[in-house]
Antibody, heavy 112, light 107 residues
Framework: QVQLKESGPGLVQPSQTLSLTCTVS????????VHWVRQPPGKGLEWVGA???????DYNSALKSRLSISRDTSKSQVFLKMNSLQTEDTAIYFC??????WGQGTLVTVSS | DIQMTQSPSFLSASVGDRVTINCKAS??????LNWYQQKLGEAPKRLIY???NLQTGIPSRFSGSGSGTDYTLTISSLQPEDFATYFC?????????FGAGTKLELK
């Protein structure tokens, strides 16, 4: 069945770079888009960016200058890299298959 | 970006009640509106896609309706497992945007 699982460091220091991995199963990255969505504690959901089946990417305009999404189709993995992290980037980060299936999310805390 | 206004933010109800949750878009989203259920520590689950299509495996007590800018999720008879947070997502216009969520609590 379709599964997505996010993994990452949990704690990142301010100004450092966040690297997250979304490992998927049950579907092909070359036939489906994968999106990243985040949810700050106690706040609403925010779309972060996406990598489409053909490999092109789109990013939230507010994050675009700090953000990169890539993938390794042979490993069924999608990667998110965000630099210059600030405390307001503290959130649960989810990866999703299109608008259908979601991972459980991984909490990223930005703190020194 | 399209703004999604979801209401109510909190809803207190009893098992067996019929409840409705609303999402209003800042412009026409052509029925590209999904509903999700979120429980603490779990992956959000899609219930309804494109306004009124029930996701496979979701009980028929969940239904969706709407058009233009106004959309509704209805749970016809609440069950104990339905107490959770619900949110909407529009995917008509990029970027996708979300409602703020409705926390459904047991009265």
């Amino acid at each position: 069945q379709v599964q997505l699982k996010e993994s990452g460091p949990g704690l990142v220091q301010p100004s450092q770079t966040l690297s997250l991995t979304c490992t998927v199963s049950g579907f092909s990255l070359t036939s489906n888009s994968v999106h990243w969505v985040r949810q700050p504690p106690g706040k609403g959901l925010e779309w972060v960016g996406a990598i489409w089946s053909g490999g092109s990417t789109d990013y939230n305009s507010a994050l675009k200058s700090r953000l990169s999404i890539s993938r390794d189709t042979s490993k069924s993995q999608v990667f998110l890299k965000m630099n210059s992290l600030q405390t307001e980037d503290t959130a649960i980060y989810f990866c999703t298959r299109g608008t259908s299936y979601w991972g459980q999310g991984t909490l990223v805390t930005v703190s020194s | 970006d399209i703004q999604m206004t979801q209401s109510p933010s909190f809803l207190s109800a009893s098992v067996g009640d019929r409840v409705t949750i609303n999402c209003k878009a800042s412009q026409n989203i052509n029925k590209y509106l999904n509903w999700y259920q979120q429980k603490l520590g779990e992956a959000p689950k899609r219930l309804i896609y494109n306004t009124n299509n029930l996701q496979t495996g979701i009980p028929s007590r969940f239904s969706g309706s709407g058009s233009g800018t106004d959309y509704t999720l209805t749970i016809s008879s609440l069950q104990p497992e339905d107490f959770a947070t619900y949110f909407c997502l529009q995917h008509n216009s990029f970027p996708n945007t979300f409602g703020a969520g409705t926390k459904l609590e047991l009265k």
